[in-house]
Nanobody
Framework: QVQLVESGGGSVQAGGSLRLSCAAS????????MAWFRQVPGQERKGLAHINNGREKTYYHDSVQGRFTISQDNAKNLTYLQMDSLKPEDTGVYYCAADRRPCALVAGAAHRFSTWGQGTQVTVSS
């Protein structure tokens, strides 16, 4: 099994930056796809970015393209989400997710991911 723990959330003013971290532990060698999702009250989790583990191929939702960057430190089993030029609509709970299948098979669909972190709150004020 794989365990995920997010950190780095907080409050920031519009235009600011935050970097989220997702620490993976356990049987990490089985993971092929890592992703970041955001959830706001009353809505489903939305996929923001994903990366094929160790391959550096990335994807971004249109709403964060050019502002967010997903990256990894494979030696430390960390996946990051660098968030720049933050907007109030970026507010929500951010989750990292992992799955043993390639991103092409699971990306963008929260129900397809097998492992989730506990989430970290990001609040962007105007």
């Amino acid at each position: 099994q794989v365990q995920l723990v997010e950190s780095g959330g907080g409050s920031v003013q519009a235009g600011g930056s935050l970097r989220l971290s997702c620490a993976a532990s356990g049987n990490v060698d089985t993971v092929q796809c890592m992703a970041w999702f955001r959830q706001v009250p009353g809505q489903e989790r939305k996929g923001l970015a994903h990366i094929n583990n160790g391959r550096e191929k990335t994807y971004y939702h249109d709403s964060v393209q050019g502002r967010f960057t997903i990256s990894q430190d494979n030696a430390k089993n960390l996946t990051y989400l660098q968030m720049d030029s933050l907007k109030p609509e970026d507010t929500g709970v951010y989750y990292c997710a992992a799955d043993r299948r390639p991103c092409a098979l699971v990306a963008g669909a929260a129900h397809r991911f097998s492992t989730w972190g506990q989430g970290t709150q990001v609040t962007v004020s105007s």
